[in-house]
C-alpha cells in the first residue's frame, strides 16, 4: 500500500546489513535528500541528554548540527510549566489524570483522550500536533493512512510503536473540533502533559511532525521550512522538525526533506548514545 503511494521508507543508517539493503535499493528520497538537507553541515556535534538506553544499532560516527536556543518567542502562550502535582505523576497516575481532564473545552467534544502509545523508556519520541477524528474514535495517535506512513518512517529506522525504541504523543490529548487549529490556551492547557511525558520517556532524540506541533514546542511562528535541518532542544532533548506525514501524502515530492530530517535525528540520537556509553557511571 505504501508503494502504491510512492512511499519507500527504507533503513539508512540503522547498520551494515541496512546500509547494503539501502545501497541495492535505495528510496528514491535519500541521497538527494541527505545531499540537499539545509544546513546540514559539519559542525560541533550537538549537546545530548544523559538519558541511558539499551543500544538499538551501532553509533553511526557523524557530525550534526549544532543545537541551538529555541526560535524567537511566540507571545501567545506562555511558557507552560509543569507545577502542581502533575511533575511528580508516574505514567499510571499520569494516564489517569489525562482521561479525566476537563481543564480545557475540548474535553466536551471528545470521545477518547489520545495520551500516547509505544515504548515508555524509548530512544526516540514522536510529537504531533492533536487527534483528528480515526485518533479521537481509537484513543490512540496516528492511525489511518498518515499513522500508516509514519509506521513505515520507523520502520526505516528500525522503530516500531508496537516493537519498542519509540514513543508517540501529541501536544494535545482531545480532539479540537472539526480537526481546527487549538487555542494557545489549550495548549497551554495541555502540554504539562506533555511535558512529564518527555521527562517520564528521557527520550535521547525527540521528533516533531506538523507545524502546529513544531510551532508550540518551540515556541516560534518560524515555517518548518525554515526550521528544518537545524537540531533544537526541548526541555534539554534534542528535537528535529520534520513535516506531518499527512502532509506528505498531499505533497509526495517533500518525502525527499522528510528522508533527510530522519537521517539527521539519526546522526543525533546515534551521537546522544554514544555520548552516554562512554560517560562514566557512578560506582
Ligand atoms: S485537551 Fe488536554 S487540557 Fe484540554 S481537556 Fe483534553 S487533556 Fe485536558
Redesign the pocket.
Known amino acids: 500500500m505504501l508503494a502504491e503511494m510512492g512511499i519507500a521508507w527504507l533503513p539508512g543508517l540503522v547498520g551494515a546489513q541496512a546500509a547494503a539493503a539501502s545501497a541495492a535499493a535505495r528510496p528514491v528520497a535519500s541521497p538527494a535528500a541527505q545531499a540537499a538537507a539545509p544546513g546540514v553541515v559539519a559542525s560541533p556535534p550537538a549537546a545530548v541528554p544523559a538519558a541511558a538506553r539499551a543500544p538499538a544499532s551501532a553509533p553511526v560516527p557523524l557530525s550534526v548540527p549544532a543545537a541551538e536556543p529555541a526560535p524567537a518567542v511566540r507571545t501567545a502562550a506562555p511558557e507552560p510549566t509543569l507545577a502542581g502535582p502533575v511533575a511528580t505523576l508516574d505514567w499510571a497516575s499520569l494516564a489517569s489524570t ?1 482521561a479525566g ?7 466536551e467534544g ?1 470521545r477518547n ?1 489520545v495520551f500516547g502509545v509505544g515504548d515508555r523508556q524509548a530512544g526516540w519520541m514522536v510529537v504531533g500536533e492533536a487527534p483528528g477524528e480515526q485518533e479521537d474514535l481509537r484513543g490512540e495517535p496516528f492511525v489511518g493512512p498518515a499513522g500508516q506512513l509514519l509506521d513505515a518512517m520507523l520502520r526505516s529506522l528500525g522503530l516500531s510503536r508496537s516493537g519498542g525504541g519509540v514513543y508517540i504523543a501529541n501536544v ?3 480532539r479540537p473540533p472539526g480537526n481546527r487549529n487549538p487555542e494557545p490556551a ?1 495548549v497551554a ?2 502540554e504539562p ?1 506533555l511535558r512529564r511525558q518527555v521527562e517520564l520517556v528521557a527520550p535521547r532524540i525527540i521528533l516533531a511532525l506538523g507545524r502546529f506541533a513544531v510551532q508550540s514546542l518551540l515556541r516560534t511562528d518560524e515555517p518548518i521550512g525554515r526550521l528544518r535541518g537545524r537540531v533544537h532542544q526541548y526541555q534539554g532533548i534534542p528535537l528535529v522538525v520534520s513535516y506531518h506525514p499527512a502532509y506528505l501524502l498531499r505533497n509526495l515530492p517533500d518525502k525527499a526533506k522528510a528522508w533527510a530530517d530522519l537521517c539527521l535525528a539519526q546522526q543525533v540520537a546515534a551521537q546522544a548514545q554514544a555520548g552516554s556509553a562512554g560517560r562514566p557511571t557512578a560506582a
Open positions: 489525562v481532564c476537563r481543564a480545557c473545552g475540548l474535553c471528545r483522550t494535545l490529548k482531545c489549550e492547557s495541555c502533559f
